[in-house]
């Protein structure tokens, strides 16, 4: 068949799929529907500034820690940088179709801190504002709903240099200023805002080492700076949620959270040694940020583990952080298997978070099994942990309001396949079955599950991978002009919302 590039208002290239033709997948869903789940449940696709929007240094924008990093050598595996991305500063209108033509509820999006305040403080530039402002109309015009996330790893460079970023307590008030300064001119269309994403993989990436003046990071400090920038970002969280609570919830009928990448743990064995290390393991990964924001102070396991670098919240700063999320967004991933013992295969050094203690290793297998399918970026794709996670967060947490603010699977980048290789996603297909499957067990055993959201609307900068990483719904040709095209995995979700 002849594949058209999906144009703005392009509907018919989303209409219908066969069960065998390649462009479904080749997959035959199961016997789950939309209205298997609840009425109000969302389903939509998200997304970052960084990684779709380009336009680095377009009508007035600052640079971002991404910009400068992304220019430094061998900073991106690829030599690849973000600077026009997947052009949806200017290909806006085109996103939104996308979004439209799938027939999702929501679009979770970030706003890029520069494309505001250039310099992260000072005088706001119009130029930004009217872009998002042109975003989130055409958003509501197609009856999308947006859910806006402040930060996604986009820290001002100029605070970077300034005062060393998160390193730095200042940045709590400074971006408590850029938060406010959206909840103004935006809150009264957008009713759901994230603070940030994904604090931890943040840390690990980013703000741990590269956010300190001089970029000197060694490993006697990495820890620490790591917990300091984290113990930052609570607070920046907690102080843009009070300014919300007290001069804008009320008026807008808004809500605010977080979103936290949070994997499940399972236990190797039944043995309660092992048991005890997938707890721990969990707090180390969820509890980091979760347990402040519910009961008011880092998990134990942390305190007794990495006493020496992790700060201490005053009892001011408990009041603040308790309670400071109206929801919880889990970012999920993967599972990996959890031992007490040093065994082949396992791993005490992890890549998020950023520790682990002396008897807590990781692995993906278990009797030469491995857990799940691996995707392109080395993460194991195992849609029963989502369940297990949810469920146990409830437990943990006393029930709170949780969405799936990402999750997704990545194909590597092939520059010899062809243009209808490359929409052939069937693995894509069975992920976002199989999650959605295992996301409504866990709305039906209690969980307040409100929705979920794929990662990613479209291929797009995957960070330190450049463009090898493609987690999209749509595959989008950065060799010519940025066309989009829908995936198999596109058309299977456009049918199962319908």
């Given at each position: 068949m002849t594949i058209l590039p999906l144009e703005t208002g392009d509907a018919e290239t989303l209409q219908g799929s066969s069960d065998k033709h390649p462009d479904s997948g080749g997959i035959t869903p199961r016997a789950i529907y939309r209205n298997d789940f609840p009425q109000e449940f969302v389903f939509g696709c998200a997304t970052s500034a960084y990684q779709i929007e380009g336009g680095a240094f377009t009508d007035g924008k600052g640079n971002s820690s991404w910009d400068y990093t992304a220019?430094?050598?061998?900073?991106?595996?690829?030599?690849?940088?973000?600077?026009?991305?997947?052009?949806?500063?200017?290909?806006?209108?085109?996103?939104?179709?996308?979004?439209?033509?799938?027939?999702?509820?929501?679009?979770?999006?970030?706003?890029?801190?520069?494309?505001?305040?250039?310099?992260?403080?000072g005088e706001i530039n119009q130029f930004g504002v009217n872009y998002y402002n042109r975003l989130i109309d055409s958003l509501l015009a197609k009856g999308i709903v947006p859910y806006v996330t402040l930060y996604h790893w986009d820290v001002p460079q100029a605070l970077i240099f300034k005062y060393g970023g998160w390193q730095n307590e200042q940045?709590?008030?400074?971006?408590?200023?850029?938060?406010?300064?959206?909840?103004?001119?935006?809150?009264?269309?957008?009713?759901?805002?994230?603070?940030?994403?994904?604090?931890?993989?943040?840390?690990?990436?980013?703000?741990?080492?590269?956010?300190?003046?001089?970029?000197?990071?060694?490993?006697?400090?990495?820890?620490?700076?790591?917990?300091i920038a984290g113990h930052n970002m609570l607070l920046a969280h907690a102080t843009s949620v009070k300014i919300f609570r007290e001069k804008y919830q009320a008026s807008t009928g808004g809500i605010i959270g977080i979103s936290l990448d949070i994997q499940w743990f399972e236990p190797l064995t039944n043995s309660e040694a092992d048991i005890r290390a997938a707890a721990t393991a969990l707090a180390f990964r969820g509890g980091w940020f979760m347990d402040p924001l519910f009961h008011g102070d880092y998990p134990q396991e942390i305190k007794d583990e990495m006493n020496y670098a992790l700060p201490v919240f005053t009892e001011e700063q408990k009041i603040l952080v308790k309670g400071s999320a109206d929801f919880i967004g889990v970012n999920y991933y993967t599972a990996e298997y959890i031992s007490s013992k040093a065994l082949l295969g396992f791993s005490n050094e992890p890549a998020f978070p950023v520790t682990y203690p002396s008897d807590v290793y990781v692995g993906k297998t278990k009797h030469g099994e491995a857990i799940g399918p691996e995707g392109a970026s080395g993460?194991?794709?195992?849609?029963?942990?989502?369940?297990?996670l949810l469920v146990k967060l409830k437990e943990l947490y006393g029930n709170p309001v949780f969405y799936i603010t990402e999750t997704g699977v990545s194909e590597l980048r092939n520059p010899n396949n062809s243009l209808e290789e490359n929409l052939n996603d069937e693995i894509r297909?069975?992920?976002?079955?199989?999650?959605?499957?295992?996301?409504?067990?866990?709305?039906?055993?209690?969980?307040?599950?409100?929705?979920?959201?794929?990662?990613?609307?479209?291929?797009?900068?995957?960070?330190?991978?450049?463009?090898?990483?493609?987690?999209?719904?749509?595959?989008?040709?950065?060799?010519?002009?940025?066309?989009?095209?829908?995936?198999?995995?596109?058309?299977?979700?456009?049918?199962?919302?319908?």
């Open positions: 220019h430094q050598p061998g900073a991106i595996l690829t030599g690849e940088n973000g600077d026009v991305a997947c052009d949806s500063y200017h290909k806006y209108e085109e996103d939104v179709c996308l979004l439209a033509n799938l027939g999702v509820d929501a679009y979770r999006f970030s706003i890029a801190w520069t494309r505001i305040y250039p310099d992260g403080v940045i709590v008030n400074d971006f408590a200023v850029f938060a406010e300064t959206c909840f103004d001119l935006f809150g009264d269309r957008v009713k759901h805002w994230i603070t940030v994403n994904e604090p931890t993989v943040d840390l690990a990436l980013n703000s741990g080492c590269v956010t300190t003046a001089d970029y000197n990071c060694t490993e006697s400090n990495k820890q620490q700076r790591r917990y993460l194991n794709i195992v849609p029963w942990g989502l369940e297990k297909v069975q992920y976002l079955h199989d999650h959605f499957e295992y996301a409504l067990n866990s709305v039906k055993r209690g969980v307040q599950l409100r929705g979920i959201f794929a990662w990613s609307l479209m291929d797009n900068f995957e960070w330190s991978w450049g463009y090898d990483y493609k987690f999209g719904l749509h595959y989008v040709d950065f060799d010519d002009g940025q066309k989009r095209y829908p995936k198999a995995s596109a058309l299977w979700l456009k049918q199962f919302l319908q």
